[in-house]
């Protein structure tokens, strides 16, 4: 079996909005992560690595954006907007499917 690397959030699908770039985005928002830090080519290890520091990160919060610090509750919401409308722009649709 090879070992598989993420594509980096600039080249993930639907904007990032994905697992994977859900993390590396809720990184940004932490600064656990630069916002220009893709995470392009990082391997399994590494994504679950940063997993780990994001879920500690969020857990003083119960995980919900809307109990996060003005700061970080606005550097999320900047971050996801821009990510949802360009994402929008490209197509996504945000209706849920029978098989979601």
């Not at 809720?26 to 893709?38: K, M, N, R, S, Y």
């Amino acid at each position: 079996m090879t070992e598989q690397f993420y594509v980096g959030i600039d080249q993930d699908n639907n904007e990032g909005l994905t697992h994977l770039g859900r993390i590396v985005r809720d990184a940004w928002v932490f600064g656990i992560l630069p916002e220009t830090e893709t995470c392009t080519g990082w391997s399994g290890a590494q994504m679950q690595t940063l997993y780990e520091k994001v879920h500690a990160a969020w857990e003083p919060y119960a995980h919900l954006p809307s109990r996060l610090p003005d700061d970080l509750r606005e550097r999320h919401t900047r971050l996801y907007t821009l990510a949802i409308e360009n994402a929008k722009k490209k197509g996504w649709d945000t209706e849920l499917k029978d098989d979601d």
